[in-house]
């Protein structure tokens, strides 16, 4: 049985601003919720990825994934902290037999402010099946529970028009966008990535298409990236669809073994932030679904190495108004005031 151990903490920074006219300004396009009680079951899939093709030829294209099932759990916002909690749906036996046994354990902390969000992640996946673009669909797909993945690290985003459009609205819903807007926006990477195999990734058939020295079974590789791109938020009265995409640079150090080979490697390559988000969201009531995934291409020797990762959820939440200490922000709990002034540093 594949096993998922899932959790997030999403920290919602509380809002002291200021300029009175940037706040009215941004209370005309966006709505808040700090003071509220939500809570709301929720529907998680998790996973990572890795694909390999020929950088002349994307055909064939190799790519691994662990089978791992969606997660089902629960979430909760009280002074202005999310919580959510998941675990793994059992795996059924006819799937095991098709795709093979893969273990994963996933942690995330999310923190969402007004202007930017920050994602920071521990991933580690044990046991994947192979697909080859270029074959028939098998009735059991190879598998390799020798292969195993640890991926940490952070992504971040900026936007540059936090008064028009709202990271909160399209993605925990501790806001609602009230107008249709949208942003630019810089999308951060930085992570570490460690691939161990006990055999080599793609063995002696594929040599001819991929080459011998990048048949590997060890690769290490640390990302640094920024990429520009654009969000946007459609809203019709209640109902919402969000998009957005960064597209840019990533320099890579990279270190890979085989039979033949053991080099490092530095290189400029590339990175792809894709978030889509929609859903319904009132005053009390809310759901909606999100998918986002960050790519990082590696190319070295004759092959491009991508790895992937990836988040789908669904949500259906309910909110309740607060009255007294339920109304505070965990910031107001800190003594000497430290709390607003750290909030106050961190919204604006």
């Known amino acids: 049985m594949g096993k998922l151990l899932s959790s997030a903490i999403l920290l919602l920074l509380p809002s002291y601003t200021f300029s009175a006219d940037l706040d009215s300004l941004r209370n005309k396009n966006i709505r808040s919720y700090k003071e509220y009680f939500f809570l709301w079951p929720v529907i998680k899939q998790r996973s990572t ?60 902390l ?14 580690q996946y044990n046991g994947f ?16 529970p020798d292969i195993s993945t640890w991926n940490t690290g952070a992504n971040g985003i900026y936007l540059f028009d936090k008064n028009k459009y709202s990271l909160r609205a399209a993605y925990n819903f501790s806001e609602r966008q009230l107008k249709s807007g949208g942003s630019f926006l810089l999308s951060g990477n930085v992570n570490t990535f460690s691939l161990r195999a006990d055999s080599s990734i793609y063995g002696t058939s594929y040599k001819p298409i991929f080459g011998a020295n990048a048949d590997f079974n060890k690769l290490d590789y640390t990302v640094f990236s920024v990429a520009p791109g654009y969000a946007h938020t459609f809203v019709f009265n209640y109902f919402f669809v969000n998009g957005s995409l960064a597209i840019g640079p990533a320099q890579h150090w990279v270190y890979y073994q085989s039979a033949t080979a053991a080099r490092h490697e530095s290189a400029l390559n590339s990175f792809v932030d894709l978030r889509l988000s929609a859903g319904y969201n009132s005053d009390r009531f809310f759901a909606g679904m999100s998918f986002v995934a960050q790519s990082r291409n590696i190319k070295f020797e004759q092959i491009q190495f991508t790895n992937t990762t ?29 709390g607003k002034k750290l909030a106050a540093k961190t919204e604006d």
Request: glycine share 8%; net charge positive.
């Open 310 to 338: 990836s988040v789908f959820r669904m949500v259906v939440g309910y909110r309740i108004g607060v009255l007294g200490i339920l109304k505070k922000s965990i910031w107001d709990f800190l003594p000497f005031g430290i």
């Open 49 to 108: 990825s890795f694909e390999i093709t020929n950088q002349i030829s994307s055909n064939p294209k190799l790519t691994y994934r662990p089978n791992v099932n969606s997660s089902f759990g629960i979430g909760m916002h009280l002074f202005r902290v999310s919580f959510e909690l998941s675990l793994s749906i059992p795996t059924d036996s006819y799937k095991q037999k098709v795709f093979g046994h893969s273990n994963a354990k996933d942690y995330q």
């Open 110 to 123: 999310n923190i969402l402010s007004k202007g930017w969000g920050v994602n920071v992640f521990t991933q």
């Open 129 to 144: 099946y192979q697909l080859d673009s270029g074959k028939p669909t098998p009735a059991i797909y190879p598998q390799r």
